[in-house]
């Protein structure tokens, strides 16, 4: 026995066998796959590692940048995957994982995702998708339905038609919010007369040829980042996506709105798309979205809700009446990845109007030809997953019923973890949840009181001092690795719109209970005695004093 490590070799045989032969029952890979099918949520304990590492140590795994020239083994792969890979990712199924919108998956999903895997269907035509295809128009119209409660003939004539599309299947919010405003777009300046369209021609010839001076996307000052980018690819600038005013609960002000139309109209710029957001990413809430639609009937504008969140609550018989108004919405994106339960990368934009999307409708002789089924032409990504079949799947093993009690479930608990807080006396609820979403932050008794008194110069020097505790607290705790939550800057309107650092909790894994919730609060709680933020503890507490003592009704002789 010489010792010597057996190496793998390329060869015709070698590379056949890759794509044909499994690997034997006790190989490593065939073990982590045994192991994530009998118990993911196990596996996932077992092989994250909690405590975390410093980024720039986990890059060094990564350094090598030369293809190498021989080949590895699978189980060599495997076990390097499993120790520098999985060993540092994120648990995101993690019941105390409540900082982002990322939760635990329904257990099926794993399996139904080999089956997608394996087909390895491409939905940019039905040449290479075959049934994915009229599935994947099932689906839009399924949420279509949801949204716009058509009736039975609408759905009969329409969801399957090849000329027409109900929706356009993207890899997640950003793509659908950019196909919608794509749409919105082409339509604010279609062909006439000698012009032939912004989407032959180009924005500068279309700008001069209906007198504007630009186009405008409005939405509120919570909207999502997607929208900056997409107004930079459409090319209107992202000065042209025009911010407008919240009130104190974090939706858009519908008289800001209006009167910021009416100054884009006098400056000669059309008022191309009005977006409204069902669930904002920071706290939660949904904008006024009957009021949003008469405006944009008014001006002319397409009208965008971003439901990438919230959509979902239409679920609900109990809080479906948030979104009133989506139904009026000319567009609206969903993201499966979020609260349908569905693995990462799948989202979706649909249409009131069937005929909306032809507007971004494009062709090719070899592939996306004129009067086929596929949804190729209309859809900004080219090849494309089957992932219709794992929202397919949600939407049948789960049913109306299963997500109205996952979304029911997720308010409640909101609301239950808002009353926490308050019941605490150092800890402070800074937006009330109107979904499943809130924001609050570590801020004493004492500091409290001062800042219900202070004036704005204390106020400001107040929030300074929580914004150095509450990032301390918050990276401290992710670093411990217990427990999770992401922090983000609001400007409350009770604190003269001073910016401040709060904690964001997202409250859409079903697995997340009250004592989870609980210990999260201690754990914060306890680290505000660690001595590493002791010194911006006692300025925090001196400040307090100092404005209370200069407030403090004169004492009468």
């Given amino acids: 026995m010489t010792g010597k490590k057996k190496s793998a070799q390329a060869s015709v045989e070698a590379m056949y066998r890759v794509f044909t032969v499994p690997e034997a029952p006790e190989s490593t890979l065939s073990r982590i ?44 792969q495997a076990q390097f995957l499993l120790d520098k890979l999985v060993a540092n990712s994120v648990h995101t199924a993690s019941p105390s994982f409540i900082g982002h919108m990322t939760s635990a998956l329904p257990y ?43 009736d039975g003939a609408f759905y009969r004539k329409w969801m399957h038609d090849p000329r027409y599309a109900l929706g356009a299947m993207c890899s997640g919010g950003t793509v659908a919010n950019l196909t919608a405003l794509w749409v919105a777009r082409n339509n604010a300046f279609p062909a006439e007369g000698s012009f032939r369209g912004i ?87 949904v904008d006024p979205l009957d009021a949003m639609a008469d405006i944009a009937r008014e001006f002319g504008a397409h009208f965008h809700v971003d439901a990438a969140w919230g959509g979902p609550t239409l679920f609900s018989r109990t809080h479906r009446h948030l979104m009133r108004g989506i139904e009026k919405a000319d567009s609206v994106t969903f993201d499966a990845h979020k609260q349908l339960y569905v693995p990462m990368g799948a989202g979706l934009v649909v249409f009131r109007d069937p005929g909306l999307a032809s507007a971004v409708e494009h062709h090719a002789q070899y592939i996306i030809r004129k009067g086929s089924r596929d949804l190729g032409s209309t859809t ?34 909101a609301k239950t973890f808002a009353e926490m807080i308050n019941a605490e006396a150092d800890f402070e609820l800074i937006t009330e949840p109107e979904l499943n979403i809130l924001t609050y932050r570590y801020c004493p008794e004492k500091a409290q009181q001062a800042l219900s008194v202070a ?42 719109n001073f910016p401040c650092i709060v904690f964001r909790v997202v409250l859409a894994n079903p697995l997340t209970t009250r004592e989870i919730l609980a210990d999260i609060l201690k754990e914060q709680r306890e ?31």
């Fill in 33 to 76: 796959d045994q192991n994530i099918s009998r118990n993911l949520a196990g596996f996932l304990q077992e092989h994250i590692v909690a405590v975390e590492r410093d980024l720039s140590e986990v890059e060094k795994d990564f350094s090598d940048y030369t293809i190498p020239e021989k080949p590895i083994f699978v189980s060599e």
């Fill in 108 to 150: 099926f999903m794993l399996p139904l995702s080999k089956i997608m895997i394996a087909l390895n269907q491409n939905l940019v035509k039905t040449e290479t998708s075959k049934a994915f295809t009229p599935m994947e128009r099932q689906v839009l119209g399924m949420i279509h339905r949801l949204v716009y409660e058509q």
């Fill in 199 to 285: 989407h032959q021609e180009g924005l500068f010839r279309a700008l001069r040829y209906y007198g504007c001076e630009g186009a405008a996307i409005l939405v509120s000052r919570r909207g999502h980042y997607s929208l900056r980018k997409a107004a930079d690819v459409l090319g209107l600038g992202r000065d042209f996506l025009v911010p407008v005013d919240t009130d104190d609960d974090n939706r858009i002000n519908t008289d800001a709105l209006r009167e910021k139309c009416l100054e884009l109209h006098r400056q000669k710029i059309r008022v191309m798309a009005i977006c409204g957001i069902a669930g904002t990413t920071e706290t939660g809430n």
């Fill in 380 to 413: 900004l990504e080219g090849s494309r997953p089957g992932m219709s079949m794992l929202i397919q799947s949600g939407l049948r093993i789960l049913a109306r019923e299963g997500y109205e009690i996952l979304i029911d479930q997720g308010i409640d608990k």
């Fill in 455 to 496: 004036d704005s110069l204390q106020v400001e020097r107040l929030n300074t001092s929580l914004n150095r505790i509450t990032k301390f607290l918050q990276k401290t705790q992710r670093e411990r690795g217990k427990a999770f939550v992401s922090r983000t800057r609001l400007e409350p309107a009770r604190y003269f």
């Fill in 527 to 557: 680290l505000s005695a660690d001595e590493g933020i002791q010194d911006e503890i006692i300025i925090l507490d001196q400040m307090a004093d100092a404005v209370l003592k200069q407030h403090q009704p004169e004492k009468t002789q």
